[in-house]
């Protein structure tokens, strides 16, 4: 198992190969400093990627890895995007925030910046040589489609390991940037059988390297720097004289969003934390197992960067509840319950913007805000 945290190079002619290839290419690389701070150490960098579309595989766009990409994803906001829920929706009294993980950039999903803390260590290492070894991405969904554009950057061969019943959409997307896909039985809840291949790779080939955003330490401490600093930022923007920060909620996937959580309860002592999962596979509430239909959380696993000593609330949230409330926000005769509840135009316009993993997150936050 490899934790990511290299603190020197331990390969330095895989080093200097690598930063040869990223010289001839052009291509520099942002530091955690920079992507916590966008709005004061990248705004110039991001002015001048105007012209460059979001979604296309430049390496300029690795400066929009951040929370702080503005609505048309190209500029920078001065605080991070975000929704404030109203009571009226929510049915408590406590301000529920959602950040908006679709405002990253390529894959629309906070997931392309764990894949970019996974790689910058190898890279900067030697572990990882650029232009003998194939990255191998494990995920069940949006992390290999991260770590296939950052392959593509660096010119590599990419893998990507996930779950064959996932979305045709997300194959799809994967086959048309000409990634390696091996596709594992089961679907979200079968991480176990991910490993398995990956360990299947290892055991066969010497010129693999696998970034299991599970156990890989760079997950973790690029969530702390750059998602942490981000929530801080949106809770001073609308935080009122009396308000504090009660709880920080992420679903358990590969615990790579909780570290921010970490980062937000060492600033605020009473600020607790929510660990969401599926009611269907109650990993953490009650070791079980089984099957859900929650995309983008994963199961069954207790992730290695899964800091749970400082969990303080862990809560089983009904998949069926997620994709019933999709429909509410999506379809037509949803839009129009809402609207009969008396909720702002631009609220209901705006909760299309929830994906299933982040309306999860929402039911969460409004257990804990209950409890």
């Known amino acids: 198992m490899t934790l990511g945290l290299e603190q020197e ?93 679709c ?60 779950p064959e019943e996932m979305s045709r959409e997300r194959f799809r997307w994967l086959e048309e940037i000409g990634v390696e896909i091996i596709a594992t039985p089961g679907g979200e809840s079968n991480v176990k059988e991910i490993f398995d291949a990956c360990h299947d790779l290892q055991r ?63 600033r605020y002592p009473g600020c607790r934390i929510t660990a969401a999962e599926a009611l269907q596979c109650p990993t953490l509430t009650q070791a079980g197992f089984g099957y859900h239909r929650i995309e983008g959380i994963g199961d069954k696993h207790v992730p290695w960067i899964h800091n749970v000593r400082n969990t303080d609330v862990a809560t089983a949230i009904d998949d069926e509840a997620t994709l019933r409330l999709l429909r509410l926000f999506n379809e037509p005769a949803g839009r129009e319950e809402i609207t009969i509840r008396g909720l702002d135009g631009d609220v209901i316009s705006d909760l299309s913007l929830l994906g299933i993993s982040s309306i999860c997150n929402l039911l969460a936050a409004i257990k804990t805000a209950r409890y």
């Open 204 to 266: 066969t080939r010497d010129d693999v390297v696998v970034f299991n955003q599970f156990s890989e330490f760079g997950n973790y401490l690029w969530h702390y720097g750059v998602t942490g600093p981000a929530a801080e930022s949106a809770y001073r923007r609308i935080a009122g004289p009396d308000d504090r920060i009660a709880a920080w909620v992420g679903a358990t996937g590969s615990a790579g969003t909780l570290a921010a959580g970490d980062f937000l309860k060492q």
């Open 9 to 101: 190079v331990v390969d330095r002619a895989a080093y200097a190969r690598n930063v040869a290839r990223l010289r001839e290419a052009g291509i520099t690389l942002p530091r955690i400093a920079e992507l916590a701070d966008p709005a004061v150490r990248l705004a110039e960098k991001v002015s001048a990627l105007a012209g460059v579309d979001p979604d296309a595989p430049q390496a300029g766009n690795l400066y929009r890895v951040h929370w702080h990409n503005a609505a048309d994803r190209r500029g920078l906001a001065p605080f991070p995007e975000h929704l404030v829920l109203p009571p009226a929706l929510t049915g408590v009294e406590a301000k529920i925030v959602v950040a908006l993980g």
């Open 103 to 162: 405002r990253f950039p390529m894959v629309q999903a906070h997931k392309v910046l764990a894949a970019y803390g996974c790689l910058v260590p190898r890279l900067l290492s030697g572990k990882f040589d650029a232009g003998r070894h194939r990255a191998v991405w494990p995920s069940t969904g949006n992390y290999c489609r991260g770590g296939a554009f950052d392959s593509a950057l660096l010119g590599c061969h990419a893998v990507a390991i996930l």
